[in-house]
């Protein structure tokens, strides 16, 4: 059984320019959530989505947005790319109860030069 | 505002050694969840554990454990006979029961270091 996957696994963009990252979640799960981890820190909350609609939001610019797609699949999209932009970029995927709580991928590292 | 504190950043010990990472956490919901992470260098979050603010019991998996202390407002975790593949950056997380909406918030993690 498949975890969840992400793409690309790193990713180099040049400030100002435009990035997508793509993920999909484990089989089963339906609720899709984004983190950035910066090096050194923990991750932080970017926004989730859930029936194709985003429900909760952290503390981002309107620069990132993101999809939800019919078979829970999501992209998260940066626009206007700052170097503070650069870091591991990490989708969580879970089932509405979250008993089993949230599973993490790998993870896309973004490098903005 | 939910806040996690892991005030120990890096731990080495030496193998077979047992290890408590430290958690303390701030909220002011009394629905809240708690949760442990791994990170190894590859990078994905690995699910150690999630305990409910009504679930006051200490828990043990194997070599893991963790102590929950609402007085104090600690989730500690303890390894007991550490191994190399131990090595790694653990995460505290908490998350506040909002109508089933439920974002995480990390500490910033320890990384534990289990020297051969």
């Known amino acids: 059984d498949a975890g969840v996957t992400q793409s690309p696994t790193h990713l180099i963009k040049t400030r100002g320019q435009q990035v997508t990252l793509r993920c999909s979640p484990k089989s089963g799960h339906d609720t899709v959530s984004w983190y950035q981890q910066a090096l050194g820190q923990g991750p932080q909350f970017i926004f989730q989505y859930y029936e194709e609609e985003e429900r909760q939001r952290g503390n981002f610019p309107d620069r990132f947005s993101g999809h939800q797609f019919p078979n829970y699949s999501s992209e998260l999209n940066v626009n206007a790319l700052l170097l503070g932009d650069s870091a591991l970029y990490l989708c969580a995927s879970s089932k509405e109860d979250r008993v089993e709580g949230y599973t993490f991928g790998s993870g896309t590292r973004l490098t903005v030069v | 505002a939910q806040k996690v504190t892991q005030a120990q950043t890096e731990i080495s010990v030496v193998e077979k050694e047992d290890v408590t990472l430290d958690c303390v956490y701030e909220t002011r919901d009394t629905t809240y969840y708690l949760f442990w992470y791994k990170q190894p260098p590859s990078g994905e979050l690995v699910f150690l554990i999630r305990r409910n603010s009504f679930d006051e019991q200490n828990e043990i998996s194997g070599r893991y454990s963790w102590n929950f202390q609402k007085s104090t407002s600690s989730f500690n975790f303890t390894i007991t006979a550490s191994q190399v593949v131990d090595s790694a950056v653990y995460f505290c997380?908490?998350?506040?029961?909002?109508?089933?909406?439920?974002?995480?918030?990390f500490g910033t993690g320890t990384r534990l270091t289990i020297i051969p």
């Open positions: 997380a908490l998350s506040e029961d909002d109508f089933g909406n439920e974002k995480l918030t």
